[in-house]
């Protein structure tokens, strides 16, 4: 455990000195909130979607796919230094390096939700709507790691079958699943049989109990004009198995490229 310990001590140190970090990671999510919370000024704040309590959850989730472009350039850049290709031949196993990796990027994932939330607190605070509770916030923390998690082991397989400039390529497509098929910014309670889509993959039921959390509310009210809450229900617990069952499936695909194909190209 001291390997993995030293190692991820490492990597800490050269996430600090990337300056994407603080770009994409941190600055990001702030820009985000902020340009929605303009646009939702200028609309009378008659989009749902773009109140606090919907947005933040969208934003978190977003804001995690630029965590695995960040996770896939750190590796491929080892990788093309021969840096983990020197490791390789100290007493390290694989699973030394898959968590001297994967603990930092949690760690910046955590802040970035930390971020969100405080961003929440404050455009709340201004609009008078206020946000949730200090015990709500802390759920949703701990309902966003799975999707940190699958963001970052998607960073890792693709940092361990691509190159420096290919695996960015490749994670923007991922991006933009994220922000599309997300429900982050879109309406997808409105859009019928997309929205189904939308649930077979991670990022909308991500931000679906996200909102749960945040006693959020659908962009379209019931048949009588009431204003429509997201529930946990038989639906969020789909969502819940749903999101765990992603973030197993590319636990399980990360141990064996980054035990097998890494160590080969390396």
């Not at 991820?8 to 994409?24: A, Q, S, V």
């Not at 200028?42 to 978190?60: A, C, D, R």
């Not at 990022?203 to 009431?226: M, Q, W």
Request: aromatic fraction near 14%.
């Amino acid at each position: 455990m001291n390997k993995s310990i030293v190692f991820m001590k490492r990597n800490l140190k050269e996430m600090t000195r990337d300056p994407l970090i603080y770009i994409f990671c941190l600055g990001f999510p702030i820009l985000m909130v902020l340009m929605f919370q303009i646009i939702l000024n200028f609309t009378g704040e008659n989009t749902p979607i773009f109140e606090v309590k919907s947005l933040i959850p969208g934003i978190m989730m977003f804001s995690y796919s630029m965590l695995m472009l960040i996770t896939s350039l750190l590796i491929s850049k080892d990788k093309t230094s021969a840096f983990l290709k020197r490791l390789y031949t100290s007493p390290m196993k694989s699973y030394n390096y898959i968590i001297g990796y994967f603990i930092p990027f949690l760690i910046v994932g955590i802040i970035q939700s930390v971020i969100c939330i405080i961003l929440g607190y404050i455009f709340g605070a201004i609009s008078g709507t206020g946000f949730i509770s200090f015990g709500a916030s802390l759920l949703l923390i701990v309902e966003m790691l799975p999707m940190i998690t699958i963001n970052i082991f998607i960073g890792m397989i693709l940092a361990s079958l691509l190159n420096e400039k290919s695996a960015p390529a490749v994670t923007s497509i991922f991006i933009s699943l994220c922000g599309v098929i997300g429900g982050a910014w879109m309406p997808l309670d409105t859009m019928g049989d997309f929205e189904k889509t939308a649930e077979v993959l991670p990022f909308y039921p991500s931000v679906y109990l996200g909102r749960v959390i945040t006693n959020a509310c659908h962009t379209k009210p019931d048949e009588f004009g009431n204003i429509v809450y997201y529930q946990f229900s038989d639906r969020g617990l789909m969502f819940l198995l749903i999101l765990l069952g992603y973030m197993i499936i590319f636990g399980l695909l990360t141990i064996l490229f980054f035990n097998k194909r890494l160590k080969n190209d390396c």
